[in-house]
């Protein structure tokens, strides 16, 4: 996956609360195997509706979303961060992310950002006032920087952010255990029947 260390870019307001992940991803689209071409169905319900913000040309390569809380609540599904990363999002911020959504991101590359409910109504309300305002989130910093230059501290997972810093995903990682796992195998003791073909 995709390092993760500074993303500056637009940023997408999505001023609601206890977005689910069948909002973000409906039901109909979960079909395909492949976990690429979920971005053009992101929101669809909402899409139809021409004042959402991801319909606005100001927000067009919006980078990094600001929600209210409790995002990407509801199912398990991990197409909702599919989505989300296949449309072009880097990173989710809001005050609250479903524990399993928050996981699914963090797999895949797209970071989650929690910060206090006054810090998010900011930043939504600098991105809302002025449409295809730039922020920057800084994973090696630690911080969220606001249009108008405003810092905000996060927190994360020491083991999460390395994994992010370096792009290393659940592969990458058991590919790093590669000389100990065949070490393992070529020891350790078989029993049951040989599978050896004799002359």
């Known amino acids: 996956m995709q390092p993760f260390t500074t993303?500056?870019?637009?940023?997408?307001?999505?001023?609601?609360?206890d977005v689910?992940?069948?909002?973000?991803i409906p039901k109909q689209f979960l079909k395909r195997v492949e976990r690429t071409g979920f971005g053009e169905f992101l929101f669809f319900d909402w899409r139809k509706d021409d004042a959402f913000p991801l319909n606005r040309?100001?927000?067009?390569?919006?980078?990094i979303l600001i929600a209210e809380r409790n995002f990407g609540c509801g199912s398990?599904?991990?197409?909702a961060?599919?989505?989300?990363?296949?449309?072009?999002?880097?990173?989710?911020?809001a005050p609250s992310l479903a524990d399993i959504f928050r996981t699914n991101c963090t797999k895949i590359g797209?970071?989650?950002?929690v910060l206090t409910e006054p810090e998010v109504r900011t930043l939504i309300g600098q991105t809302t006032a002025v449409p295809g305002a730039t922020v920057t989130v800084?994973?090696?910093?630690?911080?969220?920087?606001?249009?108008?230059?405003?810092?905000?501290?996060?927190?994360?997972?020491?083991?999460?952010?390395?994994r992010l810093l370096n792009g290393w995903d659940d592969i990458s990682l058991t590919l790093a255990n590669t000389e100990?796992?065949?070490a393992y195998e070529n020891t350790r003791e078989r029993s049951g029947p040989s599978t050896a073909v004799f002359a």
């Open 138 to 162: 800084d994973l090696t910093a630690n911080e969220v920087v606001a249009p108008d230059g405003q810092r905000f501290g996060f927190t994360i997972e020491p083991d999460v952010r390395e």
């Open 76 to 79: 398990s599904r991990e197409h």
């Open 57 to 63: 040309p100001e927000y067009a390569g919006a980078q």
């Open 20 to 24: 689910d992940t069948d909002q973000i």
């Open 110 to 113: 797209l970071l989650p950002v």
């Open 7 to 17: 993303v500056t870019g637009v940023a997408l307001p999505l001023d609601r609360a």
């Open 81 to 93: 961060p599919w989505a989300l990363e296949d449309y072009g999002f880097r990173a989710v911020i």
């Open 180 to 182: 100990a796992i065949t």
